[in-house]
């Protein structure tokens, strides 16, 4: 990746989901302007607007195109910028790969989903 890039992610303080895209973002060192969704009272017209399907955070707008759903935005981020920062998967190993896919869908279905329930 190279020129002028407009990165922009909409998030919350307390999404699990929103935080690992902004983890992401910072062990690639990709500078990013941070939006805070107030979801209780009033979503953004712009997180409407690029997620009119779940209407949730986190949305990655890259010049101006959105890119939703955490694990496919970390993917995405991965892909894009490959040279920048930490890999975020294992590049060249598919089973490590495989690996870290397993503990992030499981960390996903089992982690978080229950960390919310309790609360
Ligand atoms: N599967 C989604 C889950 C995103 C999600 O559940 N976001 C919550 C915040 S943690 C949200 O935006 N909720 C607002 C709503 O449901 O209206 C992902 O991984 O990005």
């Known amino acids: 990746m190279s020129g002028e890039e407009e990165v922009v992610l909409h998030g919350m303080w307390a999404s699990p989901y929103a935080k690992r895209v902004e983890i992401a973002l910072r062990l690639k060192g990709i500078p990013y302007q941070y939006v805070e969704e107030d979801l209780l009272n009033g979503k953004s017209e712009a997180l409407l607007r690029h997620n009119p399907v779940h209407q949730k955070v986190p949305v990655l707008v890259h010049n101006g195109k ?48 229950r960390v919310y329930l309790s609360l």
């Not at 496919?72 to 975020?88: F, P, V």
């Not at 503990?103 to 978080?112: S, T, Y």
């Open 66 to 113: 959105p890119v939703i759903e955490s694990c496919i935005i970390l993917e995405y981020i991965d892909e894009t910028w490959k040279s920048s920062g930490h890999a975020l998967l294992p590049q060249e190993d598919t089973y490590r790969r495989a690996r870290v896919r397993f503990w992030a869908d499981f960390i996903q279905r089992q982690v978080i989903k």
